[in-house]
């Protein structure tokens, strides 16, 4: 789970950079398609799919357009839904960190904030 903690972490970095919302998220779909399904908890492993699934990246030499052109096509509903489940995801995993304390404030890239 370490190495889907280190992508989430990018994935949420990328979020929060100043910029278009959509450059912003096709950074944090490079990070996301690294993820591996077994390394998530199972509680948030639906995020995941529902995040891989909406952007069909099949082959890795135009992975980046391909990416690049989903998102242009996707409507803000759908922009802020891929966001929610980004920090639903980073959340899900960051629970089973050890050091990090529950306490801690989620980090401020939920869509009213982007």
Same mark, same amino acid.
């Given at each position: 789970? *370490?190495?889907?903690?280190?992508?989430?972490?990018?994935? #949420?970095?990328?979020?929060?950079?100043?910029?278009?919302? &959509? #450059?912003?998220?096709?950074?944090?779909? /490079?990070?996301?398609?690294?993820?591996?399904? &077994?390394?998530?908890?199972?509680? *948030?492993?639906?995020?995941?799919?529902?995040?891989?699934?909406?952007?069909?990246?099949?082959?890795?030499?135009?992975?980046?357009?391909?990416?690049?052109?989903?998102?242009?096509?996707?409507?803000?509903?759908?922009?802020?839904? *891929?966001?929610? /489940?980004?920090?639903?995801?980073?959340?899900?995993? &960051? #629970?089973?960190?050890?050091?990090?304390?529950?306490?801690? &404030?989620?980090?401020?890239?939920?869509?009213?904030?982007?």
């Amino acid at each position: 789970m *370490a190495d889907a903690w280190q992508e989430l972490q990018r994935t #949420v970095r990328a979020l929060r950079k100043p910029g278009d919302i &959509k #450059v912003r998220l096709t950074e944090a779909y /490079r990070a996301l398609l690294r993820l591996r399904l &077994k390394d998530l908890p199972s509680e *948030a492993r639906h995020h995941h799919e529902w995040l891989v699934g909406t952007i069909d990246a099949r082959t890795s030499e135009y992975l980046l357009a391909e990416i690049r052109d989903c998102i242009e096509g996707m409507s803000d509903a759908q922009i802020a839904e *891929a966001v929610h /489940r980004i920090v639903a995801l980073y959340e899900a995993v &960051k #629970v089973y960190q050890p050091g990090l304390s529950s306490t801690r &404030k989620p980090p401020p890239c939920q869509s009213g904030n982007i």
